[in-house]
């Protein structure tokens, strides 16, 4: 991603980076480049800019809370969400970052949350941190040499092995691997395979495809990419690779029913791959409410039909049943993960959608402990609190919220707009117009924000 593809409010965030990183005012560029890079992972020069920033400004601090001891907590804490959903860990892991961004066990972190994620760009820019930081620790150039070599970047890959012998000349591994990859450089730029053969146009077309992100593929290219791929699957099923990315392409071109069949084999070769198991969830969620939506069409298009009542009352049925599952899978997930507060907030939104806010309320306490869900988790008590007419404790929650937000962000907006409905509820009219005027001056827009304000001036 480039920054010409930014939104605007992240557009206007990154040339405010540009010019406060020429100003080497790196604290204000890593306040505004951490919304960036979490809300677009993949922009990369957002990332390495912000990186560049953390760096300039530890120099010749002593280190802080997230040294040692404390960092390889951080991490141990994170990494259950590196596996259930390595986007959102990658958002948490650059909170942690901030602080300590040389950091050797936050920026494995990184590495392997990037490469779940299928941004091998962000994986890089981990790697090279944990060299800029660590320039003779050969482990580290061994690491970046692979990496490099996994994305067919033999050149790269070459002179990090190269960096590795220029340290400790007896390392017969660098030494084999810079031959290797020299070799593969020199095959790759003169189309040489093995042997001295050509390569032909078409398996050339064919690794290009297999290289790219398929999200970026037009329909097209991923109709000719899945084409190579399952004459690939027929000659040998069990390629974990192939299969991942076969179920990959099938899920961006919607196909959810085959996405979900190759992904349950991918997890068939792979046993215990929670990230999987995750990812087949997911898919099936969406299959699910594909056929919900199509049941909603066709109770619009004919909402006097004969049937319709009947039909919306098993709708009914089948979201709810749909919603104790979740309750049933997210209490399961935090048995066996107890300190994940993730997981917890999980749990705890699904029994807050089953009308269970006496259950869910504990479950959020102990989330809100957390800082990366903390404001979630006081929002949703608040809410939980409101269901149970407890006006003044969700109050309470909400404002606690509040105050730790500083942008007026989405998470925000929301939170000021449920305490202006629990002080309508009051009868506190200053107070609930108070907040929903706040809300009005930044999104005219949001939910019936404009109609309630509006409204108190006739």
């Known amino acids: 991603m480039t920054e010409n593809g930014l939104p605007s409010n992240l557009k206007n965030l990154w040339d405010k980076a540009v010019k406060s990183m020429r100003a080497q005012n790196y604290d204000y560029v890593a306040q505004l480049l951490l919304p960036i890079v979490k809300a677009e992972p993949g922009f990369l020069d957002a990332r390495s800019a912000l990186r560049k920033a953390q760096m300039a400004n530890s120099k010749g601090k002593k280190a802080g809370l997230l040294s040692g001891g404390a960092a390889m907590k951080a991490a141990m804490k994170l990494k259950p969400l590196v596996q259930s959903d390595p986007v959102a860990a990658l958002g948490s892991i650059e909170d942690e970052l901030n602080s300590s961004p040389g950091n050797k066990a936050l920026n494995e972190l990184l590495y392997d949350a990037a490469m779940a994620a299928e941004i091998p760009g962000v994986g890089l820019l981990a790697l090279e941190t944990l060299k800029e930081a660590n320039p003779k620790d050969t482990v580290i150039l061994k690491?970046?040499?692979?990496?490099?070599?996994?994305?067919?970047?033999?050149?790269?890959?070459?002179?990090?092995?190269?960096?590795?012998?220029?340290?400790?000349?007896?390392?017969?591994?660098?030494?084999?691997?810079?031959?290797?990859?020299?070799?593969?450089?020199?095959?790759?730029?003169?189309?040489?395979?093995?042997?001295?053969?050509?390569?032909?146009?078409?398996?050339?077309a064919r690794l290009e495809m297999e290289d790219r992100d398929v999200g970026s593929m037009t329909p097209d290219q991923r109709a000719r990419l899945l084409e190579k791929l399952l004459a690939d699957y027929a000659e040998n099923n069990e390629d974990i690779i192939v299969v991942k990315k076969i179920a990959s392409v099938y899920e961006h071109g919607e196909d959810l029913a085959s996405a979900a069949s190759y992904y349950e084999w991918a997890l068939h070769l792979s046993p215990g791959d929670t990230a999987m198991q995750s990812k087949i969830t997911g898919i099936k969620d969406r299959q699910r409410d594909v056929e919900f939506k199509e049941m909603e069409d066709a109770l619009a298009a004919n909402p006097d039909a004969p049937d319709a009542a009947d039909k919306r009352a098993r709708l009914d049925e089948l979201k709810q049943e749909r919603l104790m599952q979740k309750v049933d899978y997210f209490r399961d997930q935090v048995e066996r993960n107890p300190t994940d507060p993730q997981l917890r907030y999980s749990y705890a939104e699904y029994l807050y959608a089953v009308d269970q806010p006496t259950e869910a309320i504990p479950e959020l306490q102990r989330a809100k402990s957390n800082p990366h869900v903390r404001t979630k988790a006081l929002l949703l008590l608040g809410k939980c609190f409101g269901s149970?007419?407890?006006?003044?404790?969700?109050?309470?929650?909400?404002?606690?919220?509040?105050?730790?937000?500083?942008?007026?962000?989405?998470?925000?907006?929301?939170?000021?707009?449920?305490?202006?409905?629990?002080?309508?509820?009051?009868?506190?009219?200053?107070?609930?117009?108070?907040?929903?005027?706040?809300?009005?001056?930044?999104?005219?827009?949001?939910?019936?924000?404009?109609?309630?304000?509006?409204?108190?001036?006739?």
Request: charged residues 35%; glycine residues 6%.
């Open 143 to 204: 690491k970046i040499a692979v990496h490099h070599a996994g994305q067919r970047n033999f050149g790269a890959a070459a002179d990090a092995y190269q960096a590795v012998s220029v340290i400790d000349p007896s390392d017969l591994e660098a030494i084999n691997g810079s031959m290797k990859m020299t070799t593969q450089k020199s095959m790759e730029e003169n189309k040489l395979e093995e042997g001295g053969k050509k390569r032909d146009e078409e398996e050339a």
């Open 388 to 458: 149970k007419n407890m006006d003044d404790l969700a109050i309470t929650q909400l404002q606690e919220a509040e105050k730790e937000l500083s942008a007026m962000d989405g998470t925000k907006k929301d939170v000021m707009y449920e305490r202006a409905l629990l002080h309508e509820k009051l009868g506190q009219k200053d107070e609930y117009l108070e907040a929903l005027k706040q809300i009005y001056e930044v999104d005219y827009g949001h939910r019936d924000v404009a109609k309630r304000v509006e409204s108190s001036y006739s």
